[in-house]
């Protein structure tokens, strides 16, 4: 069983992602924003992280390169939760630290194959 900690601006997906991943016998903390992700993130200790990319404020892409820039942070896969779904939208993603891209809408089966990966 592995800690996630799941970012979403979306109440909606957050639950869905939480649901799916409870399913998946994982424990989740959730925020619906990017705001003190690093120090959240540090707190928390996660085996991953999973950010949505399109959020007010700091974008999952940001996120994402910010909390591999940080040496608490820097060995936590992360996976990029997202309807961004072009090739270059997942170039981008792997370009700032990303370990997976899972594109919305997507099935329990897409997210826990993306997030075991992720995890080795």
């Not at 896969?77 to 899972?102: H, M, R």
């Amino acid at each position: 069983m592995s800690k996630i900690v799941v970012v979403d601006d979306s109440y909606a997906d957050l639950q869905l992602i939480e649901g799916f991943l409870k399913s998946g016998h994982h424990t989740v903390v959730a925020y619906m924003n990017a705001e003190n992700l690093e120090d959240k993130v540090a707190a928390e200790r996660p085996d991953l992280v999973i950010l949505d990319v399109i959020m007010p404020g700091r974008n999952g892409f940001q996120a994402c390169r910010d909390l591999k820039g940080d040496a608490r942070s820097k060995d936590i896969p992360i996976v990029l939760c997202t309807s961004k779904g072009q090739e270059s939208d997942k170039f981008w993603g792997k370009q700032q630290g990303a370990n997976g891209y899972v594109v919305k809408p997507f099935k329990a089966e897409e997210l826990l194959a993306a997030v075991q990966k992720a995890l080795g």
